[in-house]
Structures are given as structure tokens and as C-alpha cells.
């Protein structure tokens, strides 16, 4: 079985958010560090964390996903810094999580300044808050390749991280992202090769488990659910068993509410079964 889950909200705290999610089959999930759409993060409820962190035994790792206003690569200064101020933000909140914890962030887009440009903000930016780093697995996501994003060609990643030279810094693999970025999910052995001599295999923290809305190589972010997409859930469930990744967390960020996300578990973890 895989240690999979969904993203959900931690609104009534961390502890609760693990039961609502263990009642549908998950043993992970993923939450957001703060508003998605803005920059104020809530003050940690410390006693519910300490009891999470008593309680979740097997469970977990859970992911810890950065607002989507955070554009470290911006060519706005001001973006930046706020940006800036929004990583280092959470890599105090970071420290408080169990020490399992993946943290997730998009890299950015350049704005029109160029990809060259673009990533060597973010290697700045992170370097400048390197010393902040609470051991944690810090994560870039791997993106679709819309609009000006920085990410979506492995190359961009490694070329941040080997820069970094971090044992920190990860990996979050976005399988809806990778197909509509063109990299072929139905070959797993040939992908991980490729993976593993850019970056390494041992960068991948978890896995964003979503189908394709769009076509391959779209370069669209349009996430369907689990096996109604045009990845499909063969493509999907041998990729996702492959050895690099099938222990990692996994989570869903698909349409839906929890009876929904439990059908998709169900799917996974039976085709797993049947292999």
C-alpha cells in the first residue's frame, strides 16, 4: 500500500486534520503554511502540534506547502523581498513540524526577465536563507512550463540545487506537471535514469499524485482525478510503484472532497494489489 493522502486544512489543527483524513484511508496529507493567496500565517497552536506529533506514530510524513504568492524569482524587488520574507516565515513554522516534514514550494516565474535570470534569484534568495534552514526536507516543485515558470525542465531544478549544495533541499515530484511539461511517466525506469543523473535520486521527498486535464506536453496545470485524465491510472499507478518513489508520501490534489480522495486511494492501492 502507499503512504498516500490529500491536501486539507489544518484550521482546527493538526491532530484533527490527521483524524478527518485517517476516516478515508489516507496516512499522509499535505496543508498550506498560510493563506494560498496572501502572506499572513496563523500562530501555531503549539500544544496541538506537540500532540500531533505523540499521536502520528506511523503516520506521515505530512507536506508542508508554501503560498502560492511566493515568487522568488520575481523581477519586481519588492515581490522578492516579500517573497523572501514569506520563506524565512516558514522556515520558523518549519522548525515546530516533525522533523519528517516536506516542505514544498513552486519555484517561481521570472516575469519576463529570462529562465537564466529567474533562477539565479531563487539560488540567492534560498542561500541568503540557508543559515535559517531547520534540517527539514526543503522542497521545489516540479512545474508544467505555463507562462514564464521556472522548474519545469529538470535541468532548471538541478542546475538551483547543485548550486545550493544543500543536503536540505529536495524534490517534490507533480506528476500532472511532469506529463504536461513532456517528460513520459509511462517509462519510469528511463525517467528516474534521467532524474538520477541530473539530480539524484535520493533529492525526491513526495510525490503531487494528479491525472492531466490536458494533453501531453501542454504545458497546462490542469489537475484531474486519479485514472480520468490523460495520464491514466496504468501510467499513473506503475509510475507511482516504481521503487525511486512508491515509499514516499504521496499526495493528492485533485478535485473533490474526502469520500472522493478515499475512492482514489482505493484505486491506487488496489492496482497496487494486482501488480
Known amino acids: 500500500m502507499l503512504r498516500i493522502g490529500y491536501h486539507t486544512s489544518t484550521t482546527s489543527g493538526f491532530v484533527k486534520a490527521m483524524e478527518e483524513v485517517k476516516a478515508y484511508g489516507a496516512t499522509t496529507y499535505?496543508?498550506?503554511t498560510r493563506n494560498p493567496r496572501g502572506s499572513k500565517a496563523r500562530a501555531l497552536d503549539v500544544a496541538d502540534m506537540e500532540k500531533f506529533i505523540r499521536m502520528k506514530k506511523d503516520f506521515g510524513p505530512i507536506v508542508a506547502h508554501a503560498a502560492y504568492t511566493m515568487n522568488l524569482a520575481s523581477s519586481r524587488e519588492d515581490v522578492r523581498e516579500k517573497s523572501f520574507e514569506i520563506f524565512t516565515s516558514?522556515?520558523?513554522l518549519l522548525a515546530n513540524y516533525p522533523e519528517d516534514t516536506v516542505y514544498v514550494f513552486h519555484p517561481g516565474s521570472h516575469t519576463k526577465d529570462g529562465g537564466s535570470v529567474g533562477?539565479?534569484?531563487i539560488i540567492d534568495a534560498m542561500d541568503r536563507g540557508k543559515e535559517l534552514f531547520p534540517h527539514r526536507a526543503i522542497c521545489l516543485e516540479t512545474m508544467s512550463g505555463k507562462g514564464t515558470e521556472i522548474g519545469w525542465r529538470l535541468e532548471e531544478i538541478a542546475e538551483i540545487i547543485d548550486a545550493l549544495a544543500s543536503k536540505d533541499v529536495g524534490?517534490?515530484?507533480d506528476t500532472c506537471h511532469l506529463f504536461s511539461a513532456g517528460y513520459d511517466l509511462s517509462d519510469p525506469e528511463k525517467f528516474f535514469h534521467t532524474f538520477d543523473e541530473l539530480i539524484g535520486i535520493?533529492?525526491?521527498k513526495a510525490v503531487h499524485v494528479n491525472d492531466s486535464?490536458?494533453?501531453?506536453g501542454a504545458k497546462k496545470d490542469r489537475h484531474a482525478p486519479v485514472g480520468a485524465g490523460e495520464i491514466g491510472l496504468d501510467v499513473l499507478g506503475r509510475f507511482l510503484y516504481a521503487h525511486p518513489v512508491r515509499d514516499l508520501p504521496m499526495i493528492l490534489e485533485t478535485p473533490g472532497e474526502g469520500a472522493d480522495h478515499e475512492k482514489e486511494i482505493q484505486r491506487l492501492n488496489a492496482f497496487g494489489q494486482s501488480m
Not at 213 to 216: I, Q, V
Open 119 to 121: 533562477i539565479r534569484r
Open 90 to 92: 516558514d522556515m520558523d
Open 213 to 216: 486535464l490536458t494533453p501531453f
Open 202 to 204: 535520493e533529492k525526491i
Open 171 to 173: 524534490v517534490v515530484l
Open 30 to 32: 499535505q496543508f498550506f
